[in-house]
């Protein structure tokens, strides 16, 4: 079984620096991305915001030879996440980040963010992730700096795709038998990243 302590290790790597509080709790008590949605408790995004954290969580991490984020559930662990173990207060930067990202496409076209083109939906990403970068520098000697929204969004669909069974053993290598700690094994010799 992954081990969810060393999944958070991971992810933090993959963002830059540490995951959120929530996030960890969500991991930790056991949410996960499934193929198909769980719906009791589910319903924090709307259709619309569903549709935008849909073609986000696609863009980040798209389907190649191996399941994207849309094939292992990333959109709705999105949802449980957000409506289960986020704080309010990131909850509604999550909101108006995807609020932004619509009136950014209606801008740009005229249609919501889900209906633009793949180039147009990665132009705009590429710049909410450019004001993320910028952010996070501006306030790095900041306490208690609130979240941006999209990197809530790269944080919970790096998440939810890792804890899925698709990334979990096929992405990473995941060896189920037991055995003695090799923290010196190299990478030539399994060929992608343990998620042991």
Do not use: W
């Amino acid at each position: 079984m992954l081990d969810r302590r060393e999944l958070l290790h991971r992810a933090s790597l993959l963002l830059g620096g540490a995951i959120t509080a929530s996030a960890a709790s969500g991991i930790l008590a056991g949410c996960v991305a499934t193929p198909q949605p769980i719906t009791s408790g589910v319903g924090f995004l709307d259709d619309l915001e569903m549709s935008t954290v849909t073609a986000m969580a696609d863009q980040i991490i798209p389907k190649t030879d191996t399941p994207g984020a849309l094939d292992v559930g990333v959109p709705h662990f999105i949802d449980r996440m957000l409506s289960g173990y986020y704080q309010q207060r990131e909850r509604d930067i999550m909101r108006e980040g995807l609020k932004l990202a619509d009136r950014d496409a209606r801008l740009l076209r005229g249609v919501s963010f889900a209906q633009l083109t793949s180039g147009e939906q990665i132009t705009l990403m590429k710049r909410y992730d450019q004001e993320q970068y910028d952010y996070t520098r501006a306030n790095a000697n900041t306490q208690n700096a609130p979240p941006h929204a999209f990197r809530l969004m790269k944080e919970l669909t790096i998440l939810g795709f890792c804890t899925s069974e698709a990334g979990a053993t096929k992405l990473m290598y995941y060896n189920q038998t037991p055995g003695p700690y090799r923290g010196d094994l190299p990478l030539s010799q399994v060929g992608k990243v343990s998620a042991l």
